[in-house]
């Protein structure tokens, strides 16, 4: 934790570019609160899963589980950055990395508790698969091949959440930054999700702890927090409105 409190000079560097092409409009001596938010969606995503895991009592396997899970959920909403503004290594990419690679794992992870033969083999090639492309993403097209993959990992290992999840990584990677995955739809698919993804590891406090890591995400972007210019578009589609 302490990182993201003190970060180094180099992980600054990653905040402010992920700021710059994130909140590329925002003047810039809002470049002041930028590293607060852009790792704050990691922080507190990662709180929550701790705070889950106490209410639950849960052990130090599942404290560690969820608090990678809401770390990943209070991530992925931004899976929707277009990095117009890219040239460099910047924490948008490296976040694209750390999700790829780290869904990559819990797929090999996955297949070799829960999968047998054929499926065991092609979970584990998928996974493999994933980190690799997930260690070159440096464009967008990237993160859409990344989504198919999941897709095909679900397919492969009968896991609907899996499925699902490829298929919000490929919507992601089509729609506008903080739109649909920003929004009241993108709360109800994610909640899904994570309903799924408890009933299959038979984990208490994996759906709380992804929709309230998630919502943590959204409500940091929110006009709620008077540094915010920019607001989400909560409502798609049926209003576009800023909040
Ligand atoms: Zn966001």
Not at 182 to 203: M, P, T, W
Not at 223 to 238: A, E
């Amino acid at each position: 934790m302490s990182q993201f409190l003190f970060p180094s000079k180099q992980n600054i560097h990653f905040v402010v570019n992920y700021r710059m092409v994130s909140e590329e409009e925002q003047p810039i001596f809002y470049r002041g609160a930028i590293y607060v938010n852009g790792t704050a969606h990691a922080a507190v995503g990662a709180a929550t899963g701790f705070i889950v895991a106490n209410n639950f009592q849960s052990s130090p396997t599942t404290t560690f589980l969820l608090v990678s899970l809401g770390t990943v959920s209070g991530l992925i909403p931004d899976l929707d950055i277009d990095g117009k503004l890219r040239g460099k290594i910047t924490l948008s990419h490296k976040m694209f990395q750390t999700v790829g690679q780290l869904i990559g794992i819990l797929m090999i992870i996955y297949s070799i508790y829960e999968a047998t033969n054929t499926t065991r083999y092609l979970g584990i090639g998928i996974g493999l698969g994933l980190m690799a492309i997930a260690s070159s993403i440096r464009q967008k097209h990237m993160l859409t091949i990344t989504g198919i993959g999941v897709l095909a990992g679900g397919i492969n290992l009968q896991e609907i959440w899996l499925m699902l999840l490829g298929v919000y990584i490929l919507i992601a990677s089509f729609v506008a930054h903080r739109s649909y995955t920003h929004s009241i739809v993108g709360i109800l698919f994610v909640g899904f999700i994570a309903s799924k993804l408890e009933l299959s590891l038979g984990v208490e406090g994996v759906f709380y702890t992804c929709l309230i890591g998630y919502i943590s995400h959204l409500i940091t972007d929110s006009k709620l927090l008077p540094f915010n210019k920019r607001g989400i578009k909560l409502f798609l589609p049926l209003s576009s409105k800023e909040v």
